[in-house]
């Protein structure tokens, strides 16, 4: 909005309104403006949570040291998807559809994850979505964007092609181009691409839900994802890096550093009211969003087989659920750790949530400096 009024309008007019036009400087005042916003509507936001008493509820099987933050307030999500999506639509040119894909997919995300906080709260208890509804939602939602992705190939403007980590030349492409030809069955040739990105987004979306169980957590790990995602989303849209370090140029891609650096400063928003012992929880509307932010950003520029690293300490905490419930079953009850996911086991363990916490923000911080290294290492 401010982009098309200051660059697009003004600048005719006064010279001076070029600077507009400069996406790293609208991707710094992007960031700046989601975390005022955070920093500012904060505490309105937490003193209406408690208003309207919407606490956390804790389960009883968990540490019993987390049966003090029953009644925190919770949702705050609400507040990070504010602090995102409205710097975005100030600083963003609001032409380019991937921009709108990322922006819908996150709202429909948060609203997934804001029902479920919302049945949460009326129900006085902490299931709120059965497992079956939110996946079902979730793949919805992530159907939406993967068919919208099918219809920018179309149309030239995305690829289907995997950019594999290390591997300069391969990029094995995800539609059967045999079928593509077919009359009556050239959208089978898309199945599977949809089907993968439908398990990408909703892995990470849940990846970052489970993450979300220590104060501070989720959010500054979501900090240091989103931080490499800003970069690679500019390297990935500037025509000197990306030829450079080899990348799939996407001129379109380079917009939605203003998206990731507006989720860098929501996230650091949060984070001071989120920081041990935590003012606010950010709930379901905000884990999901967040990780469904992520998972589309990493989709839309080409780099889904770098989320184990940009996100690596969510995808740990996402296979620590998974090997214990299988451990479970498959084992006559037998566990592989204390309790899942990770960071709870660590607890039992001994250490303290602070040292939890701040040692799993170094691990996404080393998990993050190597995916970036992998732009050039091809």
């Given at each position: 909005m401010l982009y098309w009024l200051l660059y697009q309008k003004l600048f005719p007019y006064f010279r001076l309104f070029r600077i507009f036009r400069y996406l790293t400087f609208r991707t710094v005042f992007a960031s700046l403006t989601a975390l005022l916003i955070g920093l500012i509507i904060g505490p309105y936001v937490i003193e209406r949570l408690r208003e309207f008493q919407i606490g956390q509820y804790i389960r009883e099987e968990g540490p019993q040291s987390h049966q003090k933050k029953k009644g925190t307030p919770t949702m705050g999500g609400v507040l990070i998807c504010i602090s995102i999506l409205v710097p975005t639509l100030l600083w963003s040119d609001l032409s380019n559809p991937l921009v709108w894909?990322?922006?819908?997919?996150?709202?429909?995300?948060?609203?997934?994850?804001?029902?479920?906080?919302y049945i949460k709260v009326v129900h006085k208890r902490n299931l709120g979505l059965t497992s079956k509804q939110k996946?079902?939602?979730?793949?919805?939602?992530?159907?939406?964007?993967?068919?919208?992705l099918c219809v920018l190939q179309h149309k030239g403007f995305y690829s289907t092609r995997l950019v594999v980590p290390f591997i300069k030349r391969w990029r094995p492409d995800l539609i059967i181009g045999?079928?593509?030809h077919n009359h009556s069955l050239w959208w089978l040739g898309f199945a599977p691409?949809?089907?993968?990105?439908?398990?990408?987004?909703?892995?990470?979306?849940?990846?970052?839900?489970?993450?979300?169980?220590?104060?501070?957590?989720?959010?500054?790990?979501?900090?240091i994802a989103a931080g490499a995602l800003t970069v690679l989303t500019y390297v990935s849209g500037h025509a000197v890096f990306s030829d450079y370090l080899e990348l799939?140029?996407?001129?379109?891609?380079?917009?939605?550093?203003?998206?990731?650096?507006?989720?860098?400063?929501?996230?650091?928003g949060f984070l001071w009211y989120n920081a041990h012992p935590a003012e606010v929880f950010m709930g379901d509307v905000g884990s999901l969003a967040l990780g469904g932010a992520i998972g589309t950003v990493a989709v839309l520029i080409k780099q889904e087989l770098l989320l184990p690293f940009i996100g690596g300490v969510f995808i740990l905490e996402a296979l620590s659920v998974m090997l214990q419930v299988g451990s479970y079953k498959l084992r006559n009850g037998k566990r592989i750790f204390k309790m899942a996911p990770l960071h709870h086991h660590f607890e039992l363990l001994g250490w303290s949530e602070s040292k939890v916490i701040a040692r799993f923000w170094i691990a996404a911080l080393v998990f993050a400096l190597f995916a970036l290294t992998t732009l050039k290492l091809r």
């Open positions: 894909i990322t922006i819908l997919s996150t709202f429909f995300f948060a609203a997934i994850g804001f029902a479920d906080d996946f079902a939602l979730q793949l919805l939602v992530s159907l939406g964007v993967a068919l919208a045999a079928l593509m691409f949809v089907i993968f990105v439908m398990l990408v987004l909703t892995f990470s979306s849940n990846a970052v839900n489970l993450t979300d169980g220590l104060d501070g957590l989720a959010i500054g790990c979501t900090i799939s140029r996407m001129p379109l891609a380079g917009e939605l550093s203003i998206f990731c650096g507006s989720m860098v400063g929501a996230s650091i």
